[in-house]
């Protein structure tokens, strides 16, 4: 099974500023990796596949690198509805896992 | 609009079954693979199932299997997930979750990956005496 770990656990940035999220993996693979959002009493959003490509409807602020072990999530300049949970998961082999999540809050 | 909505959720006692249904509109079910994740009370998301959109492949994560069946009826465009001999750990909010595919590789190698692009807002299961 791959392991995802994702750093910070918690992440506080100002409005408008940028926000870079971590997640490692334990065995290598390309870039079959996602980033999900989730805000409190929903359900998480899709916001990146294939490690970079954003999902339909994400703004251009949201970009996704990386391929190996190493994976980032960038906000360029944070939103206010941006603050949130964020999950990576890998889906390169069964079973797909996913990382504990980042809080981002607001500083 | 492409839509997923849980249902059946409930509470339940230890050892107990019950079945979740997730009733799929705005796309074509049957074209899709499809999978329950489930997010336990302030915890993270895991995976739980996955089915073909045939059902002629299956996965389970090795927590719920031999306990929990997850089965599709394409003409009814809804997917199941029958849970038996329940546990107290089962409790969490399912979703279901629409599995778009990625190709790589190259012929005939290909290999075949699925993100979750369409999720559904979940049901509660609590498992408790």
């Known amino acids: 099974e791959i392991v995802m770990t994702q750093s910070p656990a918690t992440l506080s940035v100002s409005p408008g500023e940028r926000a870079t999220l971590s997640c490692r993996a334990s065995?290598?693979?390309?870039?079959?990796l996602a980033w999900y959002q989730q805000k409190p009493g929903q359900a998480p959003r899709l916001l990146i596949y294939?490690?970079?490509t954003r999902a339909t409807d994400i703004p251009a602020r949201f970009s996704g690198s990386g391929s190996g072990t190493e994976f980032t999530l960038t906000i360029s300049s944070l939103q206010s509805e941006d603050f949130a949970v964020y999950y990576c998961?890998?889906?390169?082999?069964?079973?797909?896992?996913f990382g504990q999540g980042t809080k981002l809050e607001i500083k | 609009e492409v839509q997923l909505v849980e249902s059946g959720g409930g509470l339940v006692q230890p050892g107990g079954s019950l079945r979740l249904s997730c009733a799929a509109s705005?796309?074509?079910?049957?074209?899709?693979?499809m999978n329950w994740v489930r997010q336990a009370p302030g915890k993270g998301l895991a995976w739980v199932s996955y089915?073909?959109?045939?059902?002629?492949?299956?996965y389970y994560a090795d927590s719920v299997k031999g306990r929990f069946t997850i089965s599709r009826d394409n003409a009814r465009n809804s997917l199941y997930l029958q849970m038996n001999s329940l546990r107290a750990e089962d409790t969490a909010i399912y979703y279901c979750?629409?599995?778009?595919?990625?190709?790589?590789?190259?012929?005939?190698?290909?290999?075949?990956?699925?993100?979750?692009?369409?999720w559904g807002k979940g049901t509660t299961v609590t498992v408790s005496s």
């Open positions: 065995q290598s693979f390309s870039s079959n």
């Open positions: 089915i073909t959109s045939g059902g002629g492949t299956i």
């Open positions: 979750a629409r599995a778009s595919r990625e190709t790589s590789g190259y012929f005939p190698h290909y290999h075949y990956s699925y993100y979750m692009d369409v």
């Open positions: 294939g490690a970079s």
């Open positions: 998961q890998q889906y390169y082999n069964w079973p797909y896992t």
């Open positions: 705005g796309f074509t079910f049957s074209s899709y693979e």
